[in-house]
C-alpha cells in the first residue's frame, strides 16, 4: 500500500493530462469547423444582402467572435474573390498540485471564393 | 503462517499495468486527435478547393480545374489535391489528402498517417428567381425584357461577346428579344409608365418567375406598349447594367413561355416606335451574355435544364 500511495498521484497526473489534451484536441476540432463555417458564411452573404465579415461573425458560436478575422485577400469584396477567416483560441494544460503549466494558441484559417 | 503470502511488489505489477494502459490511451488521445484534426482540415481544404472550382462550371472546365487548385493552396501549404475530376459537364470532384505523423504510432512501426477527403460540387441553373431576392444580392434585377431559347443557344460561345436582339412585334415567336407584362398591359400611357417603372426598377417588377414555383406563362407586352418614349428612355438608362433575362421557349402574340434565365449586359439601344417599314430592326438592343450567380438552393437533383448563364452552386457530397 505504501508504494501505491507513492505512485498514486503520478498516475492521477497523467490521468490529467489526458483529459486536457484531449479538451485541447476538442477544441481545436471546434476552431477548425469555426473557420470553415464562418468563411462559408462570407462566401454566400452576398445572396442575403450581409457584409461578409459580418455574416462571418454572426454564423460562429459567441467564444469566438472576439478573436475572428476576416480579410479579402485581393482587396475586392466582389464575387469570385477570396475571402479569408482566421480564428484563433488560447489553449491551456495545468497540471493540479505541480507548478506545471503550458499553455498556447489554436488558430485556424479557411479561405473561400465570394459567390 | 502458511497460507499467508508476502504482498511485496503487489503495486508494481499494478503500476506496470496502469502506466502501459495510460501509454496506449496517450497515444489514442493524441496520435488520433492529431489524425481527425488533420481529416477535418482536408475536407475543408476539399470543400472550398470544389466550392471554388464549380463556379467555373459549365462552361469553363480548364479554370474550374486551376480555380480548385489556386483556392486548395490558399487553404493549406500541406494538403496535396490528389485529383480533380469533372463526372459530368456541370460537376466538379475534389481529392485531397495530407500525411500526419503521429508521436506515440512512430513507436509501434506507424511512421505516418494519410488522411484523405473527398468533396463534390454541382451548379444548376436557377430556376425561380424574384426581385425581392435579387435586390438583396445586388443591384441586377429582372426587368420586363426576355430572351428567346434559339437566341441564348449561342452560349458558351457568345459568353462575352457583343450580340444583337431584335424584338419584332410582329412576331414574338420568332424574335430573339420580347418584352413581358404581368398581368397584362394594354397600349395606353398607363401601361407604358408601368414598363418605364419596371425596367428602372421604381418599382422592380413584383412577383418570382422561372419554372420551380414561380411564373411561368406571362402576359406579352403589345407593341402599343413598347412604342414611345417611356420605354426607350428607361432601356437606355439601363446602358452599361446587367439585367436577368427570363429566356423564353414558346411565345404567341399573347404570351411567353419562361423556361430559365440568362444575364446580359446592354451596351447599346435602338428603340422605334413599331412599323412594317423598319421590321425586324424597329428595335434593337446589343449586349453581352455574362455569367451570374444567383441567390436560391441548387435543385436536390440534376433536371438537366439547360443553363445559360445564371446559376446556383452548392456541395453534393
Known amino acids: ?115 | 503462517m502458511r497460507g499467508v503470502r508476502r504482498e511485496d511488489g503487489q503495486s508494481l505489477v499494478f503500476v506496470i499495468v496502469a502506466m502501459t494502459s495510460f501509454v496506449l490511451l496517450m497515444a489514442l488521445v493524441v496520435d488520433v486527435g492529431l489524425w481527425l484534426q488533420t481529416q477535418r482540415k482536408v475536407q475543408s481544404v476539399a470543400d472550398a478547393a470544389a466550392l471554388a472550382g464549380v463556379q467555373s462550371l459549365p462552361f469553363n472546365q480548364p479554370q474550374a480545374d486551376a480555380d480548385a487548385r489556386a483556392y486548395a493552396q490558399l487553404n493549406s501549404r500541406d494538403a496535396a489535391i490528389d485529383s480533380v475530376d469533372f463526372p459530368s459537364g456541370d460537376t466538379i470532384s475534389v481529392q485531397a489528402s495530407e500525411r500526419v505523423t503521429g508521436f506515440f504510432s512512430s513507436l509501434a512501426g506507424i511512421t505516418s498517417v494519410t488522411a484523405k477527403a473527398h468533396a463534390a460540387a454541382r451548379t444548376g441553373p436557377a430556376e425561380l428567381l424574384s426581385n425581392a431576392d435579387l435586390q438583396k444580392a445586388g443591384s441586377t434585377v429582372i426587368t420586363p425584357l426576355v430572351v428567346n431559347e434559339s437566341a441564348a443557344d449561342c452560349l458558351p460561345g457568345c459568353l462575352g461577346i457583343d450580340v444583337t436582339l431584335r424584338f419584332d412585334d410582329a412576331d414574338h415567336r420568332g424574335s430573339e428579344l420580347g418584352v413581358m407584362c404581368p398581368g397584362g398591359c394594354g397600349s395606353t400611357g398607363a401601361s407604358r409608365n408601368r414598363l418605364r417603372g419596371w425596367i428602372n426598377c421604381s418599382p422592380c417588377l413584383p412577383g418570382s418567375f422561372g419554372p420551380a414555383g414561380g411564373t411561368v406563362d406571362v402576359a406579352a407586352a403589345p407593341a402599343g406598349a413598347t412604342n414611345g418614349g417611356q420605354v426607350r428612355g428607361a432601356l437606355q438608362r439601363r446602358v452599361g447594367t446587367t439585367v436577368i433575362l427570363p429566356v423564353f421557349d414558346d411565345a404567341n402574340s399573347a404570351s411567353y413561355h419562361l423556361a430559365a434565365f440568362a444575364a446580359f449586359v446592354l451596351d447599346d439601344v435602338s428603340w422605334r416606335n413599331d412599323s412594317p417599314s423598319c421590321r425586324p430592326d424597329c428595335k434593337v438592343v446589343t449586349g453581352r451574355f455574362i455569367t451570374y450567380r444567383a441567390p436560391g438552393a441548387l435543385a436536390s437533383t440534376d433536371t438537366g435544364a439547360p443553363d445559360y448563364g445564371v446559376s446556383v452552386v452548392g456541395l453534393t457530397t
Open chain 1, 1 to 115: 500500500m505504501v508504494e501505491f500511495a507513492l505512485v498514486l498521484p503520478v498516475l492521477v497526473t497523467i490521468v490529467f493530462v489526458l483529459v486536457q489534451i484531449g479538451l485541447t484536441f476538442n477544441s481545436y476540432l471546434r476552431v477548425t469547423d469555426a473557420a470553415r463555417v464562418a468563411a462559408r458564411a462570407a462566401a454566400v452573404a452576398r445572396f442575403n444582402g450581409q457584409d461578409p465579415c459580418d455574416a462571418a461573425q454572426a454564423a460562429v458560436p459567441a467564444e469566438f467572435r472576439a478573436s475572428l478575422q476576416c480579410s479579402f485577400p485581393n482587396s475586392s469584396e466582389q464575387p469570385g474573390n477570396p475571402v479569408e477567416v482566421t480564428i484563433t483560441q488560447g489553449w491551456n494544460i495545468d497540471l493540479p498540485l505541480l507548478p506545471l503549466s503550458k499553455s498556447g494558441t489554436l488558430s485556424s484559417s479557411s479561405t473561400e471564393r465570394l459567390e
